[in-house]
């Protein structure tokens, strides 16, 4: 989480260095050039304030959701960040520009909510509440509609993606042998 980290400063150092060159691969809803922007937006941000607000959280929610596996989490955020952005395309404002990496908090967020119910998980659920007990305000927060500037769109899709997620990518309870 600290190399992805360091990746979204490095480009946003790299955004400011070039007068925000990279601030165009957000994502335009319904232009169909910027499809190809789906998955670079998540990694752009508007602004070192903008980063700053996504770094905890990130870094946080990542690390959580990587302690299930490497492989499991990077299909996690794979899945969050195609289906986050394809959504604010599809429903974003015309005539905005999406990017950042809080679809994937959101989204994050949602699959460290559930998973423990998923797949029964006793820990799990114990995590998912604990998660919702620090950062569910903030969560509810950034889905109101109110907040100008800010893509509640993206953070509501990046919230159900993670939930859908959490049954897509569940683990799959040891089959019993009959017999055995």
Do not use: C, K
Request: charged fraction near 10%.
């Amino acid at each position: 989480m600290l190399a992805w980290v360091a990746l979204l400063w490095v480009l946003e150092i790299v955004d400011v260095a070039t007068g925000h060159e990279l601030d165009g691969f957000g994502i335009v809803p319904r232009d169909p050039s910027d499809l190809v922007d789906i998955v670079p937006a998540s990694f752009i941000h508007f602004g070192f304030g903008h980063l700053m607000a996504n770094t905890v959280p990130l870094l946080v929610l990542g690390f959580l959701a990587a302690l299930g596996g490497i492989r499991r989490f990077l299909a996690v955020s794979a899945l969050i960040i195609v289906a986050d952005g394809l959504g604010v395309w599809l429903v974003a404002p015309s005539g905005t520009n999406t990017a950042g990496a809080s679809g994937l908090i959101f989204g994050l967020f949602g699959y460290l909510l559930v998973t423990g119910f998923v797949e029964r998980r006793p820990l799990g659920i114990l995590a998912g509440l604990l998660i919702a007990a620090i950062w569910g305000g903030s969560i509810l927060a950034g889905l109101a509609p109110t907040q100008t500037g800010i893509s509640w769109q993206g953070h509501l899709i990046g919230l159900i993606a993670g939930v859908a997620a959490a049954f897509l990518l569940r683990r799959r309870g040891r089959e019993r042998i009959p017999g055995a």
